[in-house]
């Protein structure tokens, strides 16, 4: 069962849309820049109405709560109580992922935002010394849908991501060659780089035949936004 219908929901339908036993909830909120309460009460409703279906729970929390500089947010905030819900369960796998880049026109989503910036020659300002960690959207769902399969993952916290981690100026420049157009873009002094264990998603990574390789950044940012 699938709640939700953006990109982690297309990403994990095929496995888990028609498995009654298992919960898969998809349906939080997008922008993590979000500050109305509005948005954070209607997630955290529907989280509480799929907690008491009794069934295995699987949530997607956040990697950004490593980030001593989004700690605080409302997002971040919103996030660790929703954590507290999911692990007050019976059976639950709460999985936090960093970016997640994927077929989706959300405009919140970094990578949508730089390539919408770029293509329409606008001005943005990025973080001198903020890093990303990116993964693509099919390589998280293959790896939690085996550790899922596998029981490798009932009441646990597991972090899933790539153990590479980019400065977003080097993104920036990913994309301008890509997109083979110029950034219109000003650096700020501002940004932190943080690093989360991913090890068990490697491992199992691996395992699936999915390979964290010096270009993976590169050709992940080429699959999705490279011109047609």
């Not at 905030?77 to 007050?88: D, F, N, Q, T």
């Not at 970094?110 to 910036?117: G, K, M, V």
């Not at 932190?192 to 395992?207: K, L, P, V």
Request: proline content about 4%; charged content about 20%; some cysteine.
């Amino acid at each position: 069962m699938i709640i939700g219908n953006g990109l982690l929901a297309s990403a994990f339908r095929d496995a888990w849309g028609h498995e009654p036993s298992v919960v898969v909830f998809a349906s939080g909120v997008s922008n993590s820049r979000e500050v109305e309460e509005g948005a954070f009460l209607r997630e955290e409703n529907l989280l509480k109405e799929a907690v008491s279906l009794s069934k295995h729970l699987v949530y997607f929390s956040t990697c950004s709560i490593y980030d001593p500089s989004l700690g605080k947010t409302p997002y971040v905030l919103h996030k660790k109580r929703m954590e507290e819900l999911v692990v007050s369960s019976e059976r639950f796998s709460l999985f936090r992922l960093p970016q997640a880049v994927g077929m989706t026109s959300n405009p919140n989503t970094l990578a949508n935002y730089l390539c919408t910036n770029i293509m329409r020659g606008s001005h943005f300002v990025i973080w001198r010394d903020a890093k990303r960690n990116l993964i693509d959207v099919v390589h998280a769902a293959a790896i939690i849908s085996n550790l899922i399969r596998t029981g490798q993952c009932l009441n646990m916290v597991l972090n899933v991501g790539s153990p590479i981690y980019i400065l977003v100026p080097e993104l920036v420049r990913i994309f301008e060659t890509v997109l083979r157009k110029k950034a219109n873009y000003e650096l700020a002094s501002s940004g932190s780089a943080y690093i989360f264990d991913t090890t068990e998603a490697e491992n199992i990574a691996s395992r699936i035949g999915i390979r964290f390789h010096d270009r993976y950044v590169e050709e992940l940012i080429s699959k999705y936004y490279a011109p047609k």
